[in-house]
């Protein structure tokens, strides 16, 4: 996923996630949401063991 944070008018920023767009009042608020989304893209995830779950329905 490409992020990129930049100003789009005077006290306005926004964040660019692919396609879509996050706008926030100043750029301390657009690096906070970057900083939280990009900690949980890159946490560890488990994956579901499906198997058990085709079985218990």
């Known amino acids: ?9 005077k ?3 926004q964040v660019r996630l ?3 767009a996050v706008t926030f009042r ?3 608020e657009a690096r906070a949401f970057t900083r ?3 900690a949980r893209l890159y946490a560890p995830h488990q994956i579901p063991d ?8």
Request: proline residues 0%; negative net charge.
């Open 18 to 20: 692919d396609q879509h």
């Open 11 to 13: 006290s306005q920023w």
């Open 50 to 57: 499906l198997s058990q779950h085709r079985a218990a329905g």
């Open 26 to 28: 100043s750029e301390a």
């Open 1 to 9: 996923m490409k992020i990129l944070i930049k100003e789009v008018a």
């Open 36 to 38: 939280t989304l990009e």
